[in-house]
């Protein structure tokens, strides 16, 4: 592997991404401009793992991009034109309830973000596989919807129901609520699919429920696990948003995650290879969109959406 475009590096999911890619050899094109700490505060930046990345990893190479510029996206993905392998794209306003604040930036940084990185991947780099770290709430408060018994504690499907080993990409995304993050991501993700269907790119929308990991910048709007320890730690009242408490999350671990992306790159190396003798071999069956119960081991708990 040759070189491996990573939005976001700084973030949970990107800065995994790096150290697993670099371990294997790469060189890695990091793209963050520390907006983590412009939505959450100086409590949630990034730039403490950016510049360990800076310091320890080999290969690495950062630059300070957001992803919003389009030609400046384009510039950096003119100038590794024949030398990208992988594309993995997590750079992300990644809360709902700070969405709700902005509409216009939640939507340009992961709608427009996302395309701008489309469009940068479909001039200079077609065949390489393109990583999208999407997100459940495409499917809004439908799941709320779902037969649920309150049990003391928790929030559990009737046993027996088709989505009781997981809700499964087949979820509508329509007549739902879906928070103006959920819009903005739906939008995302859905291009995504499209660079895969229309164009023959080798798209995937890897749809995550609650990821955690060592390199989570908690904070109460985003990463909930980690502000939770964060606030168990400086014995700080932890609060509890709807659902009587009961809600039941699933966390992956972004080494996990990174792991099913090394298994999708891996599992697209022989089409491309043939994609690279007959570009139309990957028309129209490229694309994919994993929804996490496919990606985890199968347990019948289930995330209620807030
Ligand atoms: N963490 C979760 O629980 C979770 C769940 C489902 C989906 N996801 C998705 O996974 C992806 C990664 O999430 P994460 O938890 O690693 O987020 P994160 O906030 O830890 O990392 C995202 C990084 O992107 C950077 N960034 C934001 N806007 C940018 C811009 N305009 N230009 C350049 N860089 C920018 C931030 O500074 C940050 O370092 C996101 O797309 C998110 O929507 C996360």
């Given at each position: 592997m040759r070189t491996v475009v990573v939005t976001g590096s700084a973030g949970l999911i990107g800065s995994e991404t790096v150290k697993r890619f670099a371990k294997d050899g790469a060189r890695i094109v990091g793209i963050d401009n520390d907006m983590r700490a412009q939505f959450f505060g100086a409590e949630a930046s990034t730039k403490k793992i950016r510049d360990d990345l800076i310091a320890n990893v080999r290969g690495y190479e950062h630059h300070d991009l957001d992803i919003r510029d389009a030609?400046?996206?384009?510039?950096?993905?003119?100038?590794?034109?024949?030398?990208?392998?992988?594309?993995?794209?997590?750079?992300?306003?990644?809360?709902?309830?700070?969405?709700?604040?902005?509409?216009?930036?939640?939507?340009?940084?992961?709608?427009?973000?996302?395309?701008?990185?489309?469009?940068?991947?479909?001039?200079?780099?077609?065949?390489?596989?393109?990583?999208?770290?999407?997100?459940?709430?495409?499917?809004?408060?439908?799941?709320?919807?779902?037969?649920?018994?309150?049990?003391?504690?928790?929030?559990?499907?009737?046993?027996?129901?088709?989505?009781?080993?997981?809700?499964?990409?087949?979820?509508?995304?329509?007549?739902?609520?879906?928070?103006?993050?959920?819009?903005?991501?739906?939008?995302?993700?859905?291009?995504?699919?499209?660079?895969?269907?229309?164009?023959?790119?080798?798209?995937?929308?890897?749809?995550?429920?609650?990821?955690?990991?060592?390199?989570?910048?908690?904070?109460?709007?985003?990463?909930?696990?980690?502000?939770?320890?964060?606030?168990?730690?400086n014995e700080r009242p932890y609060r509890v948003f709807g659902y009587k408490g009961k809600q039941v999350r699933d966390n992956i671990h972004s080494f996990d995650l990174v792991e099913a992306f090394v298994q999708y790159i891996r599992a697209m190396e022989i089409p491309l290879r043939i994609a690279r003798h007959s570009r139309r071999d990957l028309h129209g069956g490229a694309t994919f969109v994993i929804q996490e119960s496919r990606f985890v081991n199968r347990r019948s708990t289930h995330e209620l959406t807030t």
């Open positions: 030609s400046g996206v384009l510039e950096l993905f003119k100038e590794q034109s024949g030398t990208i392998d992988a594309i993995v794209h997590t750079a992300s306003q990644p809360s709902h309830d700070w969405a709700a604040r902005d509409p216009q930036t939640d939507f340009t940084v992961n709608a427009n973000g996302t395309l701008n990185l489309l469009e940068a991947a479909r001039k200079f780099s077609p065949e390489a596989p393109f990583i999208f770290t999407s997100t459940n709430k495409v499917y809004g408060d439908t799941p709320n919807r779902l037969p649920l018994r309150e049990l003391p504690k928790r929030w559990e499907i009737k046993p027996g129901h088709e989505y009781e080993p997981g809700i499964s990409e087949t979820m509508s995304i329509d007549y739902t609520k879906h928070s103006l993050f959920g819009a903005s991501k739906t939008a995302a993700d859905l291009l995504v699919q499209e660079y895969g269907r229309y164009f023959g790119m080798p798209t995937v929308s890897f749809r995550g429920g609650c990821l955690t990991g060592p390199a989570h910048a908690g904070t109460e709007l985003h990463g909930f696990l980690s502000y939770l320890m964060i606030c168990t730690v």
